[in-house]
């Protein structure tokens, strides 16, 4: 079984929108906190959002006002909503969730053309 399933990203246009989505299996309970991180060529992973079980939200300064993190009402599945999306937004963004452990996604290529 696999713990998270990522999935929406692509090949888009600088300017343009994606959507990715992460969905907890039914086998994580008591999620506490819901994110994305990011991993560039040649840099290290970095944090783009979190969302807390109470809805609290906190982003990168690289991406506010352009994405936003949301949940869906069980708490299972997060997503991140990326608008103007920038040529420096291309990499790989995993999903990760604290619950009684850790978990990551397998991540998924987001490649922004200008």
């Known amino acids: 079984q696999v713990p998270l399933v990522e999935s929406g990203g692509g090949l888009v246009q600088a300017g343009g929108s994606l959507r990715l989505s992460c969905a907890a299996s039914?086998?994580?309970?008591?999620?506490?906190?819901m994110g994305w991180y990011r991993q560039a060529p040649g840099k290290q992973r970095e944090l783009v959002a979190t969302i807390t079980s109470g809805g609290y939200t906190n982003y990168a300064d690289s991406v506010k006002g352009r994405f936003t993190i949301s949940r869906d009402g069980a708490k299972n599945t997060v997503y991140l909503q990326m608008n103007s999306l920038k040529a420096e937004d291309t990499a790989v963004y995993y999903c990760?969730?604290?619950?009684?452990?850790?978990?990551w996604g397998q991540g998924t290529q987001v490649t922004v053309s200008s």
């Open positions: 990760n969730v604290k619950a009684r452990y850790g978990y």
């Open positions: 039914g086998s994580i309970f008591d999620i506490n906190v």
